[in-house]
């Protein structure tokens, strides 16, 4: 059972560079999230998507983008790497439904220098 | 906009020591988590609390959702260190679509 992968584990990026953050999951399942958690703080919610093709704003949307092309993937985009970006990354889906628990992935440790 | 808030932030307590967490959370909703995340993990799933007067336990740790006083409780019983890590509630909202809003986190330190 693999669920929610995420790749990569760890990343350094310059000022100004751009990088995609991977997500998949094997669940089949319609929603997925990005949140980022800052050291020592809680998760804040980036962007959450319901389904293929359908994406939309959480709480920090600012300087990142994603896509949902397909069920299994939701890619984060940073663009123009700052600072304030350095963060870990997790990424989790669920199913549709009252009862769906959210599983995440192991996480994305990134540093913006 | 949906606000969560726990406490305390920090607990150090003894072992064999009961201790309860409190997540108080800002609108209506009837679907509560319990997450337990260890240093430089991802995080682990402990509880879903899917209605009023909902009430899991699973070892140590007993959480419960009273929704009309939008609070939710984590409370430990004889703890031990093994039960170190942050502990984090989280509220789900589904107002057109499902989003999991996260309370503050509470670190837990058990002392030998």
């Known amino acids: 059972n693999a669920g929610v992968t995420q790749t990569p584990k760890f990343r350094i990026l310059k000022i100004g560079q751009s990088m995609t953050l991977q997500c998949t999951q094997d669940m089949n399942h319609n929603y997925m999230y990005w949140y980022r958690q800052d050291p020592g703080m809680g998760l804040k919610l980036i962007y959450y998507s319901v389904g293929a093709g359908i994406t939309d704003k959480g709480e920090v949307p600012n300087g990142y983008n994603v896509s949902r092309s397909t069920t299994e993937d939701f890619p984060l985009r940073l663009e123009l790497a700052a600072p304030s970006q350095t963060s870990v990354y997790f990424c989790a889906s669920k199913t549709r439904g009252d009862t769906g628990e959210l599983f995440f992935g192991e996480g994305s440790r990134l540093t913006v220098l | 906009e949906l606000k969560v808030e726990q406490n305390p932030l920090f607990l150090s307590m003894q072992e064999g020591k009961n201790y309860t967490i409190y997540c108080n959370y800002s609108?209506?909703?009837?679907?509560l988590y319990w997450y337990r995340q260890d240093p430089g993990k991802s995080l682990e799933s402990l509880f879903v609390l899917l209605s009023n007067g909902a009430v899991k336990q699973e070892g140590r740790l007993m959480a419960s959702l009273d929704t009309k006083a939008r609070l939710s409780t984590l409370h430990i019983t004889a703890a031990v260190h093994d039960l170190s890590a942050t502990y984090f509630c989280?509220?789900?909202?589904?107002?057109?679509?499902?989003?999991?809003?996260f309370g503050t986190g509470t670190r837990l330190t058990i002392i030998p």
């Open positions: 989280a509220v789900f909202t589904n107002f057109g679509n499902e989003k999991l809003t």
């Open positions: 609108t209506t909703s009837d679907r």
